[in-house]
């Protein structure tokens, strides 16, 4: 079965640099959601998008965006990369009423 | 504001053993969605077992089961004949009913399966 794919699976930037994330959902799945969890950490939700709009938003710093294009492939942009950035950030997928299904995660380090 | 505990950082069991993780949620929503996600070293969020909250069963997986307290707000799992595959850290969540369904996690617990 198709799963959530992230892409890349590692990153290494410096800081002050800028940060792509790309996450495709599960064919047929409406909503994506964005988590951050730091080294020892839950994670935290970032931001969702529901039909290609933004349907919640939480703990996402304003050098953070995200979208949702089109083709339901949704992009996290981060900017003016800071050392508390470095984490494993995982997109999710769902169709309405089912349970979110989590891609293997993106390890962004910033040195 | 919606928050999840797992008071239980660390917790071994013995190989073919039973052992039962606790989680306690706060909530204000009337109908929502409890879950326990496995964590293994690769670090791939795995989805063990889900749970409607408007369902008075208990939800079970094979070899994993939940007591769902509603009024005490309580959401255990219990791992039965632990296998060392099970070794990992467990997360609690709860997720609303909304299509917004973002996920508020606990702390989460690490179990080890000693042989």
């Known amino acids: 079965a198709a799963g959530v794919i992230q892409s890349p699976r590692h990153l290494i930037k410096e800081k002050r640099e800028t940060a792509t994330l790309k996450c495709y959902p599960i064919p047929r799945h409406d909503t994506v959601y964005w988590y951050q969890q730091g080294p020892g950490q839950d994670p935290q939700f970032l931001i969702s998008?529901?039909?290609?709009?933004?349907?919640d938003k939480g703990s996402i710093p304003d050098r953070f965006s995200a979208q949702q294009f089109s083709d339901y492939h949704s992009e996290l942009n981060m900017s003016s990369l800071e050392l508390g950035d470095s984490a494993l950030y995982f997109c999710a997928s769902t169709r309405t009423g089912s349970e979110q299904f989590f891609g293997p995660g993106t390890r962004l380090t910033v040195l | 504001a919606q928050t999840v505990t797992q008071s239980q950082p660390e917790m071994s069991v013995q190989e073919a053993e039973t052992v039962t993780l606790s989680c306690t949620y706060d909530t204000s929503e009337n109908n929502y969605y409890l879950f326990w996600y496995k964590q293994p070293p690769s670090r791939q969020m795995i989805l063990v077992i889900r749970?409607?909250?408007?369902?008075?069963q208990n939800a079970t997986e094979n070899r994993f089961s939940v007591n769902f307290q509603k009024a005490a707000k309580s959401f255990s799992l219990k791992i039965s004949d632990s296998q060392r595959g099970d070794t990992a850290m467990y997360f609690c969540?709860?997720?609303?009913?909304?299509?917004?369904?973002?996920?508020?996690f606990g702390q989460g617990t690490t179990l080890q399966v000693k042989p």
């Open positions: 749970q409607e909250a408007y369902k008075q």
């Open positions: 998008f529901y039909e290609k709009m933004q349907s």
């Open positions: 969540a709860q997720g609303g009913s909304s299509n917004t369904g973002k996920l508020i």
